[in-house]
């Protein structure tokens, strides 16, 4: 079936890296655009980033920007986040999604699959 | 960036009765394909969040037709025309036009 399975959160310190990675099945992810967004514990969803459905393109919000770097393997229909300097702030259970508008615009949305999320703790 | 608030943050709505949230762009959604980028979300307790509505008024597949989108300029509304139990959750509306994506706050349904 379709699906979108997260891995690679734990807990790490302050000034840390981890690497998530979201494996898709069940349909072709070369042709959709991805995006991870999270959600810090008792807050609401905050948008990540997004990279386009070749790897053309991609974009991250701001108070990432530097630190984190999205990316995909069509080969492997997988999709990564590369977090280096992990903040506290950085807290958060992390989801990757499809995103069904993309791949004909520059303009995103219609996020119609969710993985089911990986949580980064981070703290000393 | 473009700031989307919603209101109300909460509501407690009978079963049966409908509900309505609101959603407010500080700027335009609108895309010159005459498009709004505007997504309607739901995330049940201890779930991941679920698409409801896309492009302003699109329910998405296997979307309840209880479940309605609408758009008036910058304000963008999402309707439950009779609410049920299992609506209860978190709705976020998320703007698509440009990037970074922002969604609102998040409106927390309960169920009377």
């Known amino acids: 079936q379709v699906q979108l399975v997260e891995s690679g959160g734990g807990v790490v310190q302050p000034g840390g890296s981890l690497r998530l990675s979201c494996a898709a099945s069940?349909?072709?992810?070369?042709?959709?655009?991805m995006h991870w967004v999270r959600q810090a514990p008792g807050k609401g969803l905050e948008w990540v980033a997004i990279i386009r459905y070749d790897g053309s393109n991609e974009y991250h919000v701001d108070s990432v920007k530097g630190r984190f770097t999205i990316s995909r393997d069509n080969s492997k229909n997988t999709l990564h986040l590369q977090m280096n300097n992990l903040r506290d702030e950085d807290t958060a259970v992390y989801y990757c999604t499809r995103d069904a508008l993309s791949s004909s615009s520059s303009q995103f949305g219609a996020f119609d699959i969710w993985g089911q999320g990986t949580m980064v703790t981070v703290s000393s | 960036d473009i700031v989307m608030t919603q209101s109300p943050l909460s509501l407690a709505v009978t079963p049966g009765e409908p509900a309505s949230i609101s959603c407010r762009s500080s700027q335009s959604l609108l895309h010159n394909i005459g498009y709004n980028y505007l997504d309607w979300y739901l995330q049940k307790p201890g779930q991941s969040p679920q698409l409801l509505i896309f492009?302003?008024?699109n329910r998405a597949s296997g979307v309840p037709d209880r479940f309605s989108g609408s758009a008036s300029g910058t304000d963008f509304t999402l309707k439950i025309s009779r609410v049920e139990a299992e609506d209860v959750g978190v709705y976020y509306c998320?703007?698509?036009?440009?990037?970074?994506?922002?969604f609102g706050q998040g409106t927390r349904l309960e169920i009377k």
């Open positions: 998320m703007q698509g036009l440009q990037t970074p994506g922002t």
């Open positions: 069940g349909f072709s992810f070369s042709t959709y655009g």
């Open positions: 492009l302003g008024s």
